[in-house]
């Protein structure tokens, strides 16, 4: 997984944060995770769609990071076939997710309006 330092000006939240991307493949799940700027990220690799592993990792990373249970997550991924289920999975487990719009041979693919249940 290819590790990128954003700059302060770009990024910035106030408080602790729990940091997560995903690279979500169709048999396998690469995930990252930080704390903050400076800090060295976690790199897991999951099952696709295996929440428990999900669940498991951001424990652990939790307390790699030396942060309590209550402090937020935050993640990104790229919207896809994967997209809209675990947006909705990770708002469910109070985790704060952004949805990236897939891009194909450099536009962007306008995705499907998720539907509220």
């Known amino acids: 997984m290819k590790t990128a330092t954003a700059r302060q000006t770009e990024y910035a939240t106030s408080g602790l944060v729990l ?6 493949g169709e048999s396998r799940w690469k995930l990252g995770f930080t ?38 997550v935050k993640s990104c991924y790229e919207a896809g076939r994967e ?20 891009t194909w041979k450099g536009r962007t693919v306008a995705a499907a309006p998720c539907e509220e249940t």
Do not use: N
């Open 35 to 72: 704390s903050g700027l400076g800090q060295k990220p976690r790199q897991r690799t999951i099952d696709a769609r295996d929440l428990i592993a999900l669940g498991h990792e951001i424990r652990l990373a939790r307390q790699r990071f030396g942060l309590a249970v209550t402090v937020p």
């Open 19 to 24: 940091h997560m991307v995903f690279e979500l």
């Open 83 to 102: 997209g809209f289920w675990l947006h909705h999975y990770l708002a469910f487990c109070h985790a704060d997710s952004v949805r990236k719009e897939p």
